[in-house]
């Protein structure tokens, strides 16, 4: 079984910041991309921002320079540094993970149970 466990979400003022932690626990061989997704009511869930295992990084417009992700991979753990927030940036944010179970497996993807994020004053 694999568990990505996400925590540092809350409220916020505008221009406020916030960090964000996503670990990865259970049987793992392996994990490769990583990342943070958000998804407001009504709306398609969208990227925020992903990490390979080699530290590549890819963000949305919208984030680029206000969000930084990052990783440890010793730690099996994601960040996410949420800095200028806006209230438009108010969601559920997912954790994300492409992981390896055993040397034989493929990848599967997993997804953590959300956090929410609320810009406002």
């Known amino acids: 079984q694999v568990q990505l466990v996400e925590s540092g979400g809350g409220l916020v003022q505008p221009g406020g910041s916030l960090r964000l932690s996503c670990a990865a626990s259970g049987s793992i061989f392996s994990i490769y991309a990583m990342g943070w997704f958000r998804e407001v009511p009504g709306k398609q869930r969208e990227l925020v921002a992903t990490s390979t295992r080699d530290g590549s990084t890819n963000y949305a417009a919208s984030v680029k320079g206000r969000f930084t992700i990052s990783r440890d991979n010793a730690k099996s753990t994601i960040y996410l540094q949420l800095n200028s927030l806006q209230p438009e940036d108010t969601a559920v944010y997912y954790c994300?993970?492409?992981?390896?179970?055993?040397?034989?497996?493929?990848?599967?993807?997993?997804w953590g149970q959300g956090t929410q994020v609320t810009v406002s004053s």
């Open positions: 994300h993970a492409n992981i390896q179970r055993t040397a034989m497996n493929g990848l599967i993807t997993y």
